[in-house]
């Protein structure tokens, strides 16, 4: 069955302002519902789209910030950056985040 969007849970790993690494977490699929009106359709789409959890920095200053953050995330960051040859002293700041996207 085809979905109408999709709800990312991401880690965006920093190096600088610019550069950085994805770890995806979760996804997964959303479906517009059917009995919205066509006259408030373009509305609920964007409400739809529109993030519902806010980014969270859980990395910063060389430091998680709360140890349970570390334990659960931890060894999946250092698989990532170990793959593409990085080290944790380059790394700047991790945030936790959502995305969604229409397919």
């Not at 979905?3 to 959303?30: T, W």
Request: net charge neutral; with cysteine; aromatic share 14%.
């Amino acid at each position: 069955m085809c979905c109408d969007y999709f709800i990312l849970k991401l880690l965006r790993i920093y190096y600088n302002n610019s550069e950085y690494l994805e770890i995806e977490l979760d996804r997964q699929r959303g479906y517009y519902d059917d009995d919205v009106d066509e006259e408030n359709i373009n509305t609920y789409i964007e409400y739809t789209l529109t993030p519902k959890t806010e980014a969270i920095v859980i990395y910063n200053n060389n430091n998680f910030n709360k140890p349970s953050l570390e334990e659960k995330y931890k060894t999946l960051i250092e698989n990532k950056i170990r793959k593409y040859r990085k080290k944790w002293c380059e790394i700047k700041k991790i945030i936790k985040l959502e995305e969604r996207h229409e397919r």
